[in-house]
């Protein structure tokens, strides 16, 4: 009889567990059922505006993971440099937006594996004197306020950059070409792949050859959702595995 009434115990609490997990709200997200992911959609081929929506490799990509964790994906655009504080205060789940992965930044929030590569590149006027990195001293620089190609321009000198007093930080890439058109700034450091959407779509504009730097691009989460990362962390591992990822980046990135 006492080994019946434990039994009975014991099956009651486990309804009782498997209830809880079951229904209860697990505050994976902040709001329930929803991905809500910041972005700034001024960033072909990751984010941009089609119309009144947000398409891109990081829209779609983030639009298949929501759907491997049966959520539905909320875009957010916003300054760039709002993300990380967004995602640190909880208002967004993620940050995803050709974001590069840096000691400085990890400090701040947590990354997923790395999905993509950006290079710094320099874009100039097609008849300018800037040829290489070498001719970049004293020059104007204009870049994406609080993106890597601003943060290492405005460094010092004995750190590689050209000091801060000669880089104009614009709200976004297409304000900092709209700045080299206009012969406001002499060059301008963003990505490579957004380089070639601005050349392509703007006359009388080409990429240096020379690299400027390599980083790894990366999803960023609120160092309080361990979780959520790692569930983002293994739908995305799993397009990646499978070529889900590599079919979206092919879409939008035609080989040359
Ligand atoms: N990769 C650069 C960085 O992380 C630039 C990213 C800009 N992204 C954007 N969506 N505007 O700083």
């Given at each position: 009889?006492k080994v019946?009434a434990?039994i009975?115990?014991?099956?009651?609490?486990?309804?009782v567990?498997v209830?809880?997990c079951?229904?209860?709200?697990?505050?994976?997200t902040?709001?329930?059922?929803?991905?809500?992911?910041?972005?700034?959609?001024?960033?072909?081929?990751?984010?941009?505006r089609e119309g009144?929506?947000?398409?891109?490799?990081?829209?779609?990509v983030?639009?298949?993971?929501?759907?491997k964790?049966g959520?539905?994906?909320?875009?957010?655009?916003?300054d760039?440099e709002?993300?990380?504080?967004?995602?640190?205060?909880?208002?967004?789940?993620?940050?995803?937006?050709?974001?590069?992965?840096t000691e400085?930044?990890?400090?701040?929030?947590?990354f997923?594996?790395?999905?993509?590569?950006?290079?710094?590149?320099?874009?100039?006027k097609?008849?300018?004197?800037?040829?290489?990195i070498?001719d970049?001293?004293?020059?104007?620089?204009?870049?994406?306020?609080?993106?890597?190609?601003?943060?290492?321009?405005s460094?010092?000198p004995?750190?590689g950059g050209y000091g801060?007093?000669?880089?104009?930080?614009?709200?976004?890439?297409?304000?900092?070409?709209?700045?080299l058109?206009?012969?406001?700034?002499?060059?301008?450091?963003?990505?490579?792949?957004?380089?070639?959407?601005y050349v392509a779509?703007?006359?009388?504009?080409?990429?240096?050859?020379?690299?400027?730097?390599?980083?790894?691009?990366?999803?960023?989460?609120?160092k309080?959702?361990?979780?959520?990362?790692k569930?983002?962390n293994?739908?995305?591992?799993?397009?990646?595995?499978?070529?889900?990822?590599q079919?979206?980046?092919?879409?939008y990135?035609?080989?040359?």
């Amino acid at each position: 009889m006492k080994v019946f009434a434990k039994i009975l115990c014991l099956c009651l609490s486990l309804t009782v567990l498997v209830l809880c997990c079951g229904c209860g709200d697990t505050g994976l997200t902040t709001e329930e059922g929803k991905l809500t992911m910041a972005t700034n959609a001024e960033f072909p081929p990751y984010e941009f505006r089609e119309g009144d929506k947000i398409v891109g490799i990081d829209a779609e990509v983030a639009g298949l993971i929501a759907e491997k964790l049966g959520l539905e994906l909320e875009i957010a655009d916003v300054d760039f440099e709002s993300i990380i504080p967004g995602v640190q205060s909880g208002k967004y789940d993620m940050g995803m937006a050709g974001m590069t992965v840096t000691e400085d930044r990890q400090k701040k929030v947590n990354f997923s594996t790395s999905y993509a590569k950006g290079i710094q590149v320099v874009i100039v006027k097609e008849d300018s004197d800037i040829k290489s990195i070498d001719d970049l001293t004293g020059k104007k620089i204009g870049a994406q306020q609080g993106t890597t190609g601003y943060i290492y321009a405005s460094d010092t000198p004995e750190n590689g950059g050209y000091g801060e007093e000669n880089v104009i930080g614009y709200q976004n890439g297409a304000l900092a070409v709209e700045a080299l058109k206009g012969g406001k700034v002499d060059c301008v450091i963003i990505d490579n792949e957004p380089a070639k959407a601005y050349v392509a779509a703007n006359e009388g504009l080409k990429i240096l050859d020379t690299e400027f730097t390599n980083e790894d691009y990366a999803i960023c989460f609120s160092k309080k959702n361990d979780e959520l990362q790692k569930k983002v962390n293994d739908a995305l591992e799993e397009l990646i595995a499978d070529g889900s990822l590599q079919k979206v980046v092919d879409k939008y990135i035609k080989a040359e």
